[in-house]
Structure formats: C-alpha cells, structure tokens
Nanobody, 120 residues
Framework: QVHVVESGGGLVQPGKSLRLSCTAS????????MEWYRQAPGNLRELVAG???????NYAASVQGRFTISRDNAKKTITLQMNTCQPEDTAVYYC??????????????WGQGTQVTVSS
C-alpha cells in the first residue's frame, strides 16, 4: 500500500509563517509529481503548488511569492513553506502524490489533510 501523511498544520496569525510537510511511503517503485491542494468550507479543492520529480515548480496566483514548495526525493517528502499567511489561506491542506505502486500502473494518492487556520 501507498501511504501519504501530512503534518505541520495549526493556528497561525496573519502575516506569520507556517511550514507543512508530506511524506509518502509503502510499496512505491516510482514517484512523479507531488502537489499541495487546499479546500475551504463551501469551496472546491484547488491546487496550491506542485513540483515535478526534477524540481520544476508551479503555484496558484493567490500564493505566488508567498509560498514555496520543495522536495527531497531520497526521503519521499515535500514541504510547503507558507509565508505572510492571510485569512483566505484558511483551509484543509492535502498532499497528493503521483506514484507507481509495485504491480500497478500510475495513480494518485492522497493524504488525510491537515487543518490550517489563519486568525488573530
């Protein structure tokens, strides 16, 4: 099985920073892109940031210049450095990995999500 676990969520004041982490484990033979999504109540789940296996990144316009995504292929881990957090960043943040599990084709695997609340 492939397991994806996020950590680092919590309460943060506007203008302050927070760092999220995501680690994939299990019967993985290959990893491709890894991404962060978020979903606020009543909203659709949206892509926040993504990073390819080679390190190319992309960001949603709403977080460009404030958030930074990075990865450690050896540890099968990605991080999301969230700077200058704003109330509209409040959401459940999910990690998605594109992986090839032993004996199977490529598929997407999701973590359980971690709550981020930006409030004074």
């Amino acid at each position: 099985q492939v397991h994806v676990v996020e950590s680092g969520g919590g309460l943060v004041q506007p203008g302050k920073s927070l760092r999220l982490s995501c680690t994939a484990s299990g019967s993985i033979v290959s990893l491709s892109a890894m991404e962060w999504y978020r979903q606020a109540p009543g909203n659709l789940r949206e892509l926040v940031a993504g990073i390819t296996h080679g390190g190319s990144t992309n960001y949603a316009a709403s977080v460009q210049g404030r958030f930074t995504i990075s990865r450690d292929n050896a540890k099968k881990t990605i991080t999301l450095q969230m700077n200058t957090c704003q109330p509209e960043d409040t959401a459940v943040y999910y990690c998605k990995v594109e992986a090839k599990e032993i004996g199977r084709t490529w598929d997407d695997y999701w973590g359980q999500g971690t709550q981020v609340t930006v409030s004074s």
